[in-house]
């Protein structure tokens, strides 16, 4: 199904949006839960702790370079159940398509949807799809929910934060908002940055192997590693101190940054985690995320303090100590 | 990255802190005002003050064009947008400032207004020819570096015969604005502050050259090291500024000779001169009515020249009271002095232009070095 576009029957619950399902929904995201085409996936009873989150996609362009709404609508939900130290093994998917999108369109982000969940090992179980008129939606919004089982043993919480853990970061940060803005109408710059957008659950997974008393994990999304930074000073009531020198920024990336005024820590990610875990445990936990090829540029970055301002402060590159601060507001709306 | 990662350097950081600390009298305090927002914000970024000793102190200066627009500026603009619905192009820096009663750009725009950021007056040319049934206004804030993109722009307008674009010229002078400080009861012998030296901007001397600064420091003896924005750079001015300082000299002295001149870019300035021309007086935030400190469209671009073009009502603009940008602008306050500061005046609900814009003194306070608050006596 590649010519022509949506119209408002797609959405009426009729043949046309039973056509719209089969030929493409059900075409490239089809699995025994999703082909009973029944109100709701069926998941078999698990005897460990269930994890669920959910996430709505938003992002402008829909297509960047490195992913687009489709990979990436997995990959957030995803990597919210890795964070938990969970297996994701199920996805909802959610569609609301604006009249007039083109359907080559819808079957690229749903082919794109798919080899992101077969390379995830997750399925899409139960999914749902609503048109709206021109002009009332942005081409078209995904929202996917997904479905997690941690492990026993596995404790991974705010909660566990202590003064004097390592802070880590898995690899170069600032790559995703700065591959979105290269495709931004008004600033399109030529760059062969790509969107980092991945599943994280596998180098959860060797890292938790590797350090099973791993304290907290958290992927600093929309807000770059310093809102991520921040949010969770104030939350644990803790300080983090950072050095610059230590912070893995692509060299591609700190010049594009450069150039707009940015700053690579209030850029957002899409494949990258940070990990906070005993000093001690630092350099195996280090190691073991080397070892995974999402984790090639991992790199001990700070620690955590005792601060009654909890404040997350730096020490420059330069030599002088500075404030990491939480933007007041979005460097770049849509980014995720 | 090259004429970057150099001037970052922390092995050359340490031995210029080394080299401040040794050519520092003893007994002696050293105030020097750098009169450039990007300089304050570079200070407070990379830490530089860390790295010299107690004696020095950095005043900061009203070098930040949003800061200085006076509220009536702004609220003209966003009667342009919502009065007379024109397109209204602005840098970024502009949209949160806080106009009177506090409506700003970004408030209006959501309330329906048609306010679009740029990133060039060549941005806004485009909107221009890409809608030619609506008017086009370029809202133009700067000092001497932006001034010649806008002059472009309105030079283009001419060329392809645009009937819909104009600009509200907002530009201002530096070296008007040291004389005025330097004129100042405050910074007088005897007066409550004091500055032996300033840090000159960097990029508006790209444009302007090193001379126009050299009768200021005769007539005032105050010596002027124009700097780059890299923090090596604001040391080794620093270190210029003392040396002067420590032999009674008051000259224009050139740290960021890679890119700043002394006569600097000829064919900018011709072209500035050709599209603006002075206003008799113009009223700076924080430092008042200033004269021959800021420019006007030229008669023959009235065509583009959007205080012509449009009637713009007479207003009662007003600042919020007890917010100390004009103290802070003009160097004799601190933002840490101001009662507002980090109450109810921070990033998120900004009382007034310098904690909104990204040059302001308050908001690089804000963003960098809250933790430290005032370890520095006057």
């Given at each position: 199904m590649n010519a022509g576009s949506i119209d408002m029957t797609h959405g009426g619950g009729g043949r046309a949006m039973h056509d719209l399902i089969r030929d493409i929904f059900q075409a490239h995201l089809g699995n025994p839960v999703l082909d009973r085409s029944e109100d709701a996936g069926t998941i078999e009873a698990q005897s460990d702790r269930l994890v669920m989150a959910t996430d709505g996609h938003v992002i402008a362009?829909?297509?960047?370079p490195g992913g687009d709404i489709g990979s990436l609508s997995v990959h957030g939900t995803v990597n919210d159940l890795a964070m938990m130290g969970a297996r994701p093994h199920s996805l909802t998917a959610g569609f609301i398509l604006e009249?007039?999108?083109?359907l080559a369109d819808l079957d690229r982000i749903v082919r794109s949807m798919a080899r992101a969940a077969r390379a995830a090992d997750v399925r899409v179980i139960s999914g749902d799809t609503k048109v709206v008129e021109?002009?009332?939606?942005?081409g078209v919004f995904i929202t996917t929910t997904g479905l997690g089982t941690v492990p026993e043993g596995v404790d991974l919480s705010l909660s566990n934060l202590r003064a004097g853990q390592a802070v880590l970061v898995s690899g170069t940060i600032g790559d995703h908002g700065v591959a979105v803005m290269s495709k931004r109408e008004n600033l399109a710059f030529e760059t062969e940055i790509r969107s980092d957008?991945?599943?994280l659950h596998g180098l959860v997974a060797e890292m938790l192997a590797a350090v099973?008393?791993?304290a907290m994990l958290r992927d600093p999304t929309r807000g770059g590693l310093a809102a991520t930074l921040n949010e969770i000073a104030a939350a644990a009531g803790l300080g983090i101190i950072l050095d610059e020198a230590e912070i893995p920024v692509a060299a591609d990336v700190r010049a594009a940054c450069e150039l707009l005024g940015l700053d690579p820590l209030n850029v957002a990610n899409e494949g990258k985690l940070v990990a906070f875990c005993p000093a001690e445990e630092a350099a195996p936990l280090l190691v073991a995320m080397r070892a995974h090829p999402l984790g090639r540029?991992?790199?001990?970055?700070g620690k955590v303090t005792e601060d009654p301002a909890h404040m997350v402060q730096m020490k420059t590159d330069f030599g002088g100590t500075r404030i990491v601060d939480w933007l007041a507001g979005e460097q770049l709306p849509r980014i995720c | 990255m090259r004429y970057i990662s150099e001037f970052r350097d922390p092995v050359l950081a340490r031995n210029m802190s080394q080299k401040i600390a040794r050519a520092v009298e003893p007994g002696r305090d050293y105030h020097f005002m750098e009169f450039c927002g990007g300089h304050t914000h570079a200070i407070m970024r990379y830490g530089v003050q860390d790295l010299m000793p107690k004696s020095v102190h950095f005043v900061h200066g009203p070098g930040c064009p949003v800061c200085v627009l006076p509220v009536r500026r702004l609220d003209d603009a966003v009667e342009l947008a919502e009065r007379h619905q024109v397109i209204l192009c602005t840098y970024?820096?502009?949209?949160?400032v806080p106009g009177t009663?506090?409506?700003s750009l970004i408030r209006a725009k959501a309330d329906g207004a048609d306010i679009r950021m740029v990133y060039s007056t060549l941005d806004a040319l485009q909107i221009a020819r890409d809608n030619p049934a609506r008017e086009v206004v370029f809202f133009a804030i700067g000092f001497e570096t932006t001034t010649p993109p806008t002059a472009v722009a309105i030079k283009m307008a001419q060329a392809e015969r645009l009937k819909n674009f104009s600009v509200f010229c907002n530009h201002v002078l530096t070296p008007a604005a040291i004389e005025h400080i330097l004129n100042s009861p405050e910074f007088?012998?005897?007066?409550?502050a004091r500055i032996d030296g300033f840090l000159g901007p960097s990029h508006v001397s790209a444009v302007i050259?090193?001379?126009?600064?050299e009768p200021a420091a005769a007539t005032y003896e105050k010596p002027v090291v124009i700097a780059g924005f890299e923090p090596l750079d604001v040391m080794q001015a620093v270190l210029m500024l003392i040396a002067q300082v420590n032999s009674g000299r008051a000259e224009v002295e050139n740290q960021y000779t890679r890119v700043v001149t002394r006569t600097g870019n000829r064919k900018a300035q011709v072209l500035v001169a050709e599209v603006f021309e002075l206003r008799a007086d113009f009223e700076w935030r924080g430092l008042a009515t200033v004269l021959e400190s800021a420019l006007q469209i030229r008669p023959e671009f009235a065509a583009f020249d959007a205080e012509a073009r449009f009637a713009l009502s007479e207003k009662a603009s007003r600042e919020v009271k007890s917010c100390e940008c004009p103290a802070v602008l003009r160097g004799v306050?601190?933002?840490?002095?101001?009662?507002?500061?980090?109450?109810?005046?921070?990033?998120?609900?900004?009382?007034?232009?310098c904690m909104v814009s990204s040059e302001g003194a308050c908001a690089a306070y804000w963003s960098y070095g809250r933790q430290r608050l005032p370890q520095d006596a006057p």
């Open positions: 362009p829909l297509f960047f009249e007039g999108f083109a021109r002009g009332k939606g942005d957008a991945a599943a099973p008393r791993l540029n991992a790199a001990i970055i | 970024g820096d502009m949209m949160r009663a506090r409506r007088a012998p005897g007066g409550q050259g090193s001379r126009p600064y306050k601190k933002p840490t002095d101001c009662k507002l500061f980090g109450k109810t005046c921070t990033p998120d609900t900004p009382m007034g232009a």
